[in-house]
Each structure stands twice: as C-alpha cells, then as structure tokens.
C-alpha cells in the first residue's frame, strides 16, 4: 500500500534529521505537548480528572515533568485529587494501588503505534516511498526497543529489516573493536580510532534503552 505525504511523514522527516531515534524523538515532543495540552484544556474535563485520579496521576517519571510546566493552579487541581485519595487510605492504614496507567503512558503507546503502523505500510516503490527511505537510512535509525515493537506486531518492509539489522549488527563490531582496544598495551591503537569510535559505549547504552522523556 502506497503512503501518503501527511503529518507522520513530515514529522518522520524531521525527526530523522536528529540525534538518536526518530521515534524515540517525535514520541517524546509528543508527549510533552500532551502534558502541555492537558492542563492547559483539560483541567475541568470531569472525564480525563476521573482517569487521572483512577491512575494515582502520572507514573512517578511524568510527574517529575509536571514542575517544569507552568500553569501551577492545575497541577494544583490535580495533585490536590490525589493527595485526597492518598490521606483517607493513610488514615484508615489502607493499601493503595492504581486502577488505571498513567494518561501520558498510554498516550506515548498510541504515538508508537501510529508511527510503527505508518512504517510498516511503506513497502512498496512509490515516489513518497522511496523518499522516506532515503530520509530514514540517513538517520540513526530504530532503538532497539522500538525494532523490536515492530517485529513483533507487523510485517516488516524488506528495506527497513535490512537497514535496522544491519546497524545493529555494525554497532556490534565496533563494540568488539573498542573493548579489544581497551586492553593495557593497545593505547596507540585505540587512539587512532574515530572519536566516535571511541565512545561507541555510549551509542550502543542510547541503542538499547528507550527514550521516555
């Protein structure tokens, strides 16, 4: 099926043009947008204040963003929902545990899904295709944990197996390289690799851990 030039494929485009994973990258400024967005619109939502309260708010990691946002009255709201919940079970000596996952959480598995279906659908020759290729061979390609979603749930386009795999099996031969260097007596060796090669460690440790900023 032939993709077509809309959003994804222009925030793909630009996401490509940075450091790191391009999914991780547009799932992470998604993300933000959407914490933005909530207090600043959904704040007297009694639907979306329900879900928040049933979650115990944001998982411990998103909550740490709440303080860099600056709209103090609804995070105020918000916080004083689930300060309540959490002093009644403290009174009574009650265990608490959420009904429900974090709101940015399950916002941020949406994104992926979205950008790893839109991926999944360019397998064939078409112009925007062909485009999309050129784009994403060009950036750092997939983490390992978003190669891995989409293994797992679709079909994956030959072009993109073969450029993910292929990345990741370099990746590994330049960590063999490096921690050959490492070893005492071969500091003239390691010094005349690329500076890029030199801290390949901190390439492969981004490669395996998702961002979730």
Known sequence: MA????????????ASEKP???????????????????????ISNRAFRALYRAA?????????????????LA????????????IEHFEYKKSWKPKGRCPVCIEREKIENEYLDFLASSGGNSSEEQELCAFFTASDGLCAPHYAALVKKWNVPSWIKKFQETKFKDLKTRLDTFIELSAYGRQDEFAALSEKDQVVWKEAAACLTENIE
């Open 75 to 86: 995070v105020a709201i918000l916080s004083r929902d689930i300060l309540e919940d959490r």
């Open 3 to 14: 993709i077509e030039k809309h959003i994804n494929f222009f925030e793909l485009q630009k």
């Open 20 to 42: 790191g994973c391009p999914l991780c990258n547009i799932v992470s400024n998604r993300a933000n947008r959407y914490i933005d967005n909530t207090l600043f619109e959904h």
């Open 56 to 72: 115990g708010g944001f998982c411990s990691f998103h909550s740490r963003h709440l303080v860099s946002f600056r709209d103090g």
